[in-house]
């Protein structure tokens, strides 16, 4: 057995951070932008309309059935769904204006980590 290479995606630069939910790859090009990609025609490729993090490292998470959450400018976490489009959903403005270390999803909570502190979300509560 060997593995096989299905395909590859020219960047403009070195991605900061990669989702794949369906047939949808989530791109951050670091201090540039977000960009959504369609695995089955990789030529369909668009800018997504959120401003990407310019002073830390951009995040893309998961958050549920049709639907991930970028981080912007300002601490900001703007959902999307899966073609890329802005949900109609209130942003997640986190408190601290520190570098987000980590963002991880248990259940319908969603635990942002600093560098010097968690902060919890109730995603259940934006719907």
Not at 7 to 29: D, H, K, L
Not at 95 to 102: C, D, L, N
Request: hydrophobic share 40%.
């Amino acid at each position: 057995r060997k593995f096989v290479h299905e395909n590859e995606y020219a960047m403009p630069e070195m991605p900061g951070a990669i989702a794949w939910y369906g047939t949808s790859i989530f791109v951050a090009i670091t201090n540039y932008e977000y960009q959504v990609i369609n695995a089955l025609k990789p030529e369909e490729c668009k800018t997504l309309p959120v401003p990407i993090v310019r002073d830390g490292k951009p995040r893309i998470k998961v958050t549920g059935r049709d639907e991930l959450m970028l981080l912007s400018q300002n601490n900001v976490g703007s959902f999307v769904n899966m073609a890329g489009a802005l949900r109609n959903k209130p942003p997640i403005q986190m408190k601290t204006k520190g570098k987000v270390a980590r963002l991880v999803k248990h259940s319908h909570f969603l635990l942002i980590m600093f560098e010097d502190s968690i902060q919890i979300f109730n995603l259940g509560d934006s719907k």
